[in-house]
Structures are given as C-alpha cells and as structure tokens.
T-cell receptor
Framework: GQNIDQPTEMTATEGAIVQINCTYQ??????LFWYQQHAGEAPTFLSY????GLEEKGRFSSFLSRSKGYSYLLLKELQMKDSASYLC???????????FGAGTTVTVRA | DSGVTQTPKHLITATGQRVTLRCSPR?????VYWYQQSLDQGLQFLIQ???????AKGNILERFSAQQFPDLHSELNLSSLELGDSALYFC???????????FGSGTRLTVV
C-alpha cells in the first residue's frame, strides 16, 4: 500500500515562490505525479517524475528523491489563479493505479 | 474539455436508492479508473478496468459495483445509498496501464 503525506495548507503572496513537500512510503514505486485541483473541479495533470532529479515545466518544477521517498512541487511567480489544491500521487508498481495524498490547499494573496 | 465524459454532472437521490454513474473515456484510452472524493477526504481509489477487465480494486464497498463495456465506457453502480455516500465521483482514463490519468469533470452525488 501507499502512505502519502503533504501539508494541509500554505499561503503565499502573488509573485512569490512556494514549495509543497510530499513524502511517501510505498510497497512498490512506479512514478510520482502532481495534480492541480480547483474547488469542485477535476484534477489536472501538472508533472511526472520517475527518476531522481528536477523536472521543469514553465513556472512549475517538481523534484524527486526515490531513496528518501520525497518529492516537492515548486510554484514560481505565483498568480492568483494558482490558488488551488495540489495533489501528490504515487503510482503503484504492480497495478499502476495512482494513490493520492490528501492535498495541499495553496492560497495566493495580493 | 478533457475528453473524458461523465454523466450526470449532478445527482440528488434519497437514502436506500440505487444510481448509475457513467463514464466515457478519451478516444483510444483503454484504462478507466473510478475515484470518490468526499469533503473531508482526498481522492479515494475505488476500482480500475483495462480493456473490459477488472485490474485493481481499492476500498470499494460491497454496495458498489462497476463494469467496463466492449465500447470501453464504464458504469459505476451505487446501491442502498447512505448519507455518507454523498461525494464527488471522478472517472479517469489513460492510454494503457502505464499512462498518466486524464480526469472527467465528475458527478456530484447528494444523498438526502
């Protein structure tokens, strides 16, 4: 099974940087995903890491350390529209299903 | 539009009733996944189908069942509904088991 931990809430100022940490314990690892979810809407894919290191995609970057069971999502140049829940998810090695953390609600203030 | 279609968008029903939620995956996607999201919980995995076959099962209640049809659409059946079943139910699809997910817009179920 999977055990995924991420902070419940974070607040940051428009234009700033926020880092959302995710730690996981898993019986079989086959990739880590980050999704963004606005209230009442569907999660949308942000990033994917399967090897150690940093993946950069515009204002969003994601990092993975498999030996430490640790990932973070970095959001740069924050905009008001970035206020949302950010979900860390781990893919299982055997059946490929995604197990999600409870999500981190990020609030961007002017 | 993500390409994953879920119907209905909203459903209000009484306790003890039975409902069916429908999901049409993106064109070409063979895998379908169902998740439940309650207010006080994250996305909880229910069940996965791949090309018509059940491939993985989460903490799905016995009152719930699902299937994937030959045209790859899937249905989630919820019976003997309880107040606690009120939630957002999401369907997601992927090209194959190793693919990333694309989510549908969800069905908001309210049991009164």
């Amino acid at each position: 099974g999977q055990n995924i931990d991420q902070p419940t809430e974070m607040t940051a100022t428009e234009g700033a940087i926020v880092q959302i940490n995710c730690t996981y314990q898993t019986s079989g690892f086959n990739g880590l995903f980050w999704y963004q979810q606005h209230a009442g809407e569907a999660p949308t894919f942000l990033s994917y890491n399967v090897l150690d290191g940093l993946e950069e995609k515009g204002r969003f970057s994601s990092f993975l350390s498999r030996s430490k069971g640790y990932s973070y999502l970095l959001l740069k140049e924050l905009q008001m529209k970035d206020s949302a829940s950010y979900l860390c998810a781990v893919r299982d090695y055997d059946d490929y299903k995604l197990s999600f953390g409870a999500g981190t609600t990020v609030t961007v203030r002017a | 539009d993500s390409g994953v279609t879920q119907t209905p968008k909203h459903l209000i029903t009484a306790t003890g009733q039975r409902v069916t939620l429908r999901c049409s995956p993106r064109s070409g996607d063979l895998s379908v996944y169902w998740y439940q999201q309650s207010l006080d919980q994250g996305l909880q995995f229910l069940i996965q189908y791949y090309n018509g076959e059940e491939r993985a099962k989460g903490n799905i209640l016995e009152r719930f069942s699902a299937q994937q049809f030959p045209d790859l659409h899937s249905e989630l059946n919820l019976s003997s509904l309880e107040l606690g079943d009120s939630a957002l139910y999401f369907c997601a699809s992927s090209v194959e088991q190793e693919g990333g997910y694309t989510f549908g817009s969800g069905t908001r179920l309210t049991v009164v």
